[in-house]
């Protein structure tokens, strides 16, 4: 029991504590604030509330299949509004004066959808033990357990992001943020293959090197999608994702990074435009 | 990084979470396929016991309820498959296993079975343990060590949290002073027994402060002794001027009256923008090897012309020494010290330069004129000072500023400077003692 609620806890948590973190320090180096920060968290925890709340009409939806394709719009969206999101701090970064206003909507959005879906699964395992005594023990413990693994790997990975000079630090959360993406539709794509909306298959399984239940693998989960024996389709889907979003980010680097240098070498066309 | 403390406190924490953890997580799993061994082992014990019971002994198929745990059951089976022995709650017909340890679903629950066969009795025992009670059994055994390391983990993290602020007082303690100090106020920071990371910190922050204090009280006394001196020949001259203007018959009288309060005015202006020039901020950080006895022997040829005027006698005595220094400024040093002892001494005065190398360098420049008293010698080299006024009895007018230029360089030369009897107990003698420099110099 305390085994199985490490690893439920810590896949939950590390997911949306890893988009946190690099949004923090993405926040960071683009001079944005995080006061967003905290009523996104507290909106994300009731979404996923009331999420649970509804999972067994949703689950009835689409016969029978309802939660497998909503879990699969979710993480479209994410797998979507992520990059886009890094996207809006790359300019900012090099335009410090560009409103803020959508780039902070993109966080809380992403922030809330984030919580919503994780904090949900964690719900319903909570409260489908807790009312067990005999198992409250091992269960506290491990959700401890994998709470405390999710928030400090989390932490880490929030003063590693930051640790980086400017220039290699975009491109350090262009790629992380780029994993992420492919990863989340990796799992789209299983929540597909489950609703038999997609095929099945198997390239190839390496849970005998890294198994899905152990920590390591959890960390890669949720950092690039780790899954031990992916389909055709979760491997096309991943690749064509992590490739797209890639480009898309270091474009918006590389825009970002010519405008600066024609703002350097035409100073004058800057403030005139500013004023 | 916003907060020093802030990231220590959460990357300890973070570190330390981790490590505590994984190893909790680790010893449950080692613990619990630990347990499981010994379950196993005690359900092999269990199976061999039964085996070895003399079932002519017993006096009804069925053990008691009593003495059965519904936690395990057994089946003493023969080799026709009859029951010959089984326990409570416990299927009636043979449980299908294998020899050896099994897993099974039987009764609504997974159970544990080993299974042993004696071929010699034709018999074999099956004993089965319900798995859902072993591992929960494993499990709370397991937690009683797993759950304390969680337990004390809030309390570590304030200790921390604790511990790094005391380890972090001293940089919160300089920060509040710095972050409250006026902008006038040029005194020292004062820490309690700053930790060594920090002094050198407390230290040159002490030195800028004190610099700049000083810079401060020296512009500012710069500025008001300035404007007075120069305010005495601009009164001169505007009075000769109105005088010539007022009575044009008397206009070439004033204008003679004039020139030397304009010569006074020019000196003055020049010895100021020197001062200028030998400010620590202005003063190069590279020092050169300059051979001393070499060095006076050009300024003395460059000045000789106004002794020889004077019917002034100099002469260069001592030996051969090389100090580190500022060429520029040596020179202004050496020919203001030559000019003093030219303009205060009468003509036909003897003037000496000395060097003597030593434990230190020694340059002094001592003379037999008119000396000043005892009292004055430690101001002669504040701004704007002239011993006996404002005209010395030599008749010789002055601004005040030579030896204080004089003891501007000799501290930017880390030396020393210090005014005794000249020669044969007249007079005056500057003595400047520089540092020996580095023995590895070469000489200029």
Known sequence: MLSTSVIILLREVLEAVLILSLFMASAQRSGLNNRWLLPAIGIGLLASIGYASQLSTIANLFDGVGQEIFDAFSLILLSVLLPLTMYGHFIRVKENSRPAGKLYALMIGVTIIAIAREGAEIYLYLSAFIPSPELRNSLFAGSAIGVGLGFSVGALFYFWLGSFKEQYGLRINAIIASLIAAGMILQACKMLIQADWLPDGQVWDSSGLIAEDSVLGQLMYALIGYEASPAPVQIAAYFIVLLSSLAFLFSGLYQSRTKAEKDVNHPQARNNHAA | ?444
């Not at chain 2, 026709?80 to 299908?96: D, F, V």
């Not at chain 2, 106004?306 to 040596?330: C, M, N, V, W, Y």
Request: glycine share 6%.
């Open chain 2, 1 to 444: 990084m916003t907060s020093l403390r802030r990231f220590l406190i959460i990357s300890i924490l973070a570190v330390f979470s981790l490590g505590t953890f994984l190893a909790s997580l680790q010893g449950y799993r080692s613990s619990m396929n630990e347990a499981q061994a010994i379950f196993d082992q005690q359900l092999r014990a269990s199976a061999e016991r039964l085996l070895d019971t003399p079932i002519a002994q017993l006096s009804t198929p069925a053990a008691p309820a009593s003495d059965i745990d519904n936690a395990s059951v057994f089946q003493l089976i023969d080799a026709n498959g009859n029951i010959l022995w089984r326990s409570s709650r416990t299927p009636t017909t043979p449980i299908s296993a294998e020899s050896g340890f099994s897993e099974a679903n039987f009764g609504g629950y997974r159970w544990r079975i080993f299974s042993l066969e004696n071929e010699t009795q034709s018999r074999r025992v099956v004993i089965a343990e319900r798995s859902d009670l072993r591992y929960r059994l494993a499990e709370s055994v397991v937690l009683q060590s797993v759950i304390p390391v969680l337990l004390v983990l809030p309390a570590t993290a304030l200790i921390i949290w604790l511990i790094i602020g005391y380890g972090l007082r001293s940089l919160r303690d300089l920060a509040e002073q710095l972050k409250h100090k006026a902008t006038d106020d040029f005194s020292a920071i004062n820490l309690e027994s700053p930790p060594d990371e920090l002094a050198p910190v407390v230290s040159a922050v002490n030195h800028s402060l004190q610099r700049l204090g000083d810079a401060f009280e020296r512009e500012r006394r710069f500025s008001a002794d300035a404007a007075h001196e120069l305010r005495t020949p601009i009164s001169a001259i505007s009075m000769h001027l109105h005088n010539g203007l007022a009575q044009p018959e008397h206009a070439a009288e004033a204008l003679t009256k004039l020139a030397p309060d304009v010569e006074r005015l020019s000196h003055l202006v020049e010895q100021l923008l020197l001062l200028n020039r030998t400010t620590a901020e202005t003063f190069p950080s590279q020092f050169l090897p300059i051979e001393l006895q070499k060095f006076c022997r050009e300024i003395i040829a460059k000045l000789y012309p106004e002794f020889a005027k004077r019917g002034q006698q100099i002469a260069l005595l001592g030996e051969s020494a090389t100090i580190h220094g500022d060429r520029f400024t040596l020179q202004i040093l050496i020919e203001n010290l030559l000019r003093n002892a030219m303009k205060y001494c009468p003509n036909g005065a003897q003037i000496e330069i000395d060097i003597r190398n030593s434990k230190t360098v020694t340059l002094t420049v001592r003379d037999n004129g008119p000396g000043i008293e005892d009292k004055d010698r430690e101001r002669i080299f504040e701004r704007f000072y002239r011993a006996g006024g404002d005209r010395h009895n030599s008749g010789e007018s002055g601004c005040g500023l030579g030896l204080s230029i004089v003891s501007r360089i000799a501290e930017l030369h880390s030396a020393k400077l210090s005014a005794g009897k000249g020669i044969d107990h007249q007079g005056l003698a500057i003595h400047v003692d520089f540092p020996q420099p580095p023995k590895t110099k070469q000489e200029s």
